[in-house]
């Protein structure tokens, strides 16, 4: 049997080598006699604390741990290897903003939240992105589908639920979009008028 410092080997391994979040539960597979979950847990808030101060950190988010570049180093990163981040409208931008602090929400919710009519092309820029996904259909005539955001949407915010959820400028700049202080006037008149529930938690994938 693997001793303490050699768990967190393996964990350091199989986190470095994942592209995805890992999960308690997938991380326990590789242990034929392993440690239980809150062994595990306190295990990698070991591995976490020895990270510190290093280039790369180890986080908890939605999906499960993960190491990645801290934020201050992105900016020599991007020297070698660009990356285009999508740029998204102002529409978008709203409904997604709504969506997260609405959620669960239908199109018709959105609409009456922001004013105007929601497209099938902005709802499926949220879903190509796999922020938002139908989570259910409110039991009305015309059964309309409900959405909610993701486990991806609080993965890309570097979250693990929605009370993290920050300020809607802290949003935009965590995802790296624009125009987004546009859906929080959105909210703030939903608000003034009585509209919507504050978001409880995601739907998830």
Do not use: C
Request: proline letters at 7%; charged letters at 25%; glycine letters at 6%.
């Amino acid at each position: 049997m693997l001793n303490p410092s050699e768990i967190k080997k393996v964990l350091e391994t199989a986190l470095l080598a994942s592209q995805d979040p890992l999960s308690i539960a997938s991380l326990r597979k590789m242990f034929d006699d392993g440690p239980n979950p809150d062994t595990l847990g306190h295990l990698l808030e070991e591995v976490r604390e020895e990270w510190k101060g290093k280039g790369v950190e180890l986080v908890n988010v939605a999906s499960g741990w993960r190491f990645q570049t801290r934020p201050e180093f992105r900016v020599y990163l991007d020297r070698i290897s660009p990356e285009k981040v999508p740029r998204y409208s102002r529409a978008v931008l709203e409904t997604l903003a709504i969506i997260a602090y609405r959620q669960p929400v239908t199109r018709g919710d959105i609409e009456n939240i922001r004013g105007v009519t929601v497209s099938a092309g902005i709802i499926r820029a949220l879903e190509s992105r796999n922020w938002i996904d139908t989570v259910g259909y409110r039991d009305v005539p015309g059964r309309p589908a409900l959405y909610a955001t993701t486990k991806t949407f609080l993965d890309d915010l570097g979250l693990r639920s929605l009370q993290e959820l920050p300020p809607l400028d802290e949003i935009a700049k965590s995802l790296d979009l624009t125009q987004i202080p546009a859906a929080s006037e959105s909210l703030a008149q939903a608000d003034a008028t009585g509209q919507g529930e504050p978001a409880s938690e995601p739907g998830t994938d």
